[in-house]
């Protein structure tokens, strides 16, 4: 069980957290422990980046050259009926120079909008993060300086209490991933950072945008869209996949987790992709199995798209590790994206020599992390743990703890928060 947080695709595991009611100042002792532990681990699984820390630092405040630029500010629309749950905002196309970076470009955020998901499109061989996300206030929730403080652009851990991670090709960030970051109404800037594969930064051209979403009562049933689609893996189709048991009781198993959340998968709908997709290699950055797998998921109607695969063969991983359960697009995945490379999670049908069926636990916790969770705990006496207030340490009961069980079946109250906040549910 595994999962890769950075430069690869994000890799497996799981979770569900008691509501046990831990105290702030836990988690930021949490935190401090984790800045005092500053590693860097590549490992098989799992590509745990910490970034060196320091104190965020506070935003510039807008000057004189983005006043112009506001002329110009996107903004939500206030007039006509009541607002989408979630609105697609359009920043348009940027440059980044030399410096990997983008000039800044700004947003207003309206009072009713509760999170947003930034998200970055550029050219498939680029890896893109942000170098920053600061409000006219003076508040940055992305320090402009965590670059300065590292050559590891992959994610941002430690100066991040609201962690993003870079990916190739599209990346997205969600916020708040955590209850230390909260919203405030106003003028926001964005900066984006392009990087290649040797971490240098790169001039390119790349699509910004927001998407903004807006919260839902609890008590509402938000719906999650999910293509099922089949590679030809196990000789399973769209057609007899609907009386392979084993898959039933995996959907039904992932839909009894995602209850507590109160999400409902639906509609579901079945497909057959490329037969290609059957055995997957995560090792080539560009043009790998995976990314073509995940874009034979173009044309398909707008939902998660679950890939059925034979094998997924991780990145980086010593032999006889090298096998992992399934591979999320991204922490978050490519917002209501189809066909991208990084849209879509996929599940492997093979199940190891006496370990037990693990479909249904890897489909939740997948989805999960493409929804925009990371793990409760990365594996390892210093493992990183997520910067939610309510999630014990090595908890091996939590969804998202990284390595997956079968008991790997609680969700805290904050990793709902988090999966509510989702632009891919739809409200009735
Ligand atoms: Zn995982």
């Not at 983008?102 to 955020?109: A, Q, T, Y």
């Not at 079968?406 to 632009?423: A, D, G, K, T």
Request: charged share 20%.
């Amino acid at each position: 069980m595994s999962s890769q947080l950075g430069k690869t695709y994000a890799l497996i595991e799981m979770k569900r957290a008691t509501h046990t009611t831990v105290q702030i100042s836990r988690l930021q002792a949490k935190l401090s422990r984790q800045v005092k532990h500053l590693s860097i681990r590549l490992g098989l699984w799992l590509i745990v980046l910490l970034c060196a820390c320091s104190a965020p630092s506070a935003s510039d405040p807008i000057d004189q050259a983005d006043q112009q630029a506001l002329s110009d500010v996107a903004g939500a629309d206030s007039q006509g009926p009541a607002p989408l749950r979630v609105q697609r905002i359009k920043l348009g196309e940027h440059s980044t120079d030399a410096t990997g970076k983008s000039p800044k470009v700004v947003f207003d955020l309206p009072a009713d909008v509760t999170a947003i998901v930034v998200h970055v499109d550029g050219p498939d061989e680029f890896h893109y993060t942000l170098a920053a996300l600061t409000r006219d206030a003076g508040f940055a929730m992305i320090p402009q300086a965590w670059l300065d403080q590292t050559s590891l652009p992959d994610a941002c851990v430690g100066p991040c209490q609201n962690r993003i991670v870079a990916q190739r090709g599209y990346a997205a960030f969600l916020f708040p991933n955590t209850p230390l970051i909260e919203l405030r109404p106003g003028l926001h800037q964005i900066r984006v950072y392009a990087f290649d594969d040797a971490r240098k930064p790169v001039a390119t051209q790349v699509e910004i945008g927001v998407d903004f979403v807006r919260s839902t009562e609890v008590s509402t049933t938000l719906k999650l869209p999910m293509n099922l689609c089949f590679t030809g893996a196990k000789g399973w189709n769209a057609v007899n996949s609907v009386d392979q048991q084993r898959l039933q009781q995996a959907i039904d198993f992932a839909q009894t987790i995602l209850s507590a959340a109160n999400i409902e998968f639906g509609p579901i709908r079945r497909f057959d992709v490329d037969p290609q997709g059957q055995y997957i290699a995560t090792q080539k950055p560009v043009d790998s199995d995976l990314a073509k797998l995940f874009e034979s998921g173009a044309g398909l109607p707008k939902a998660i798209n679950v890939f059925f695969t034979d094998r997924i063969i991780a990145a980086g991983a010593p032999p006889g590790a090298n096998v992992a359960l399934g591979v999320a697009g991204g922490i978050p995945g490519p917002p209501n994206e189809v066909g991208h490379i990084r849209a879509g999670v996929a599940l492997s049908l093979h199940i190891p020599q006496g370990q037990p069926d693990l479909l249904g636990v890897t489909l939740v916790h997948e989805v999960s992390h493409y929804l925009g969770l990371f793990h409760s705990s990365e594996p390892g006496p210093n493992g990183a743990h997520d910067t939610l207030v309510d999630t014990a340490e090595d908890d091996p009961k939590n969804l998202m703890y990284w390595s997956l069980s079968e008991q790997s079946l609680q969700l805290s109250h904050e990793q709902i928060q988090v999966l509510r906040r989702s632009p891919w549910l739809v409200a009735p």
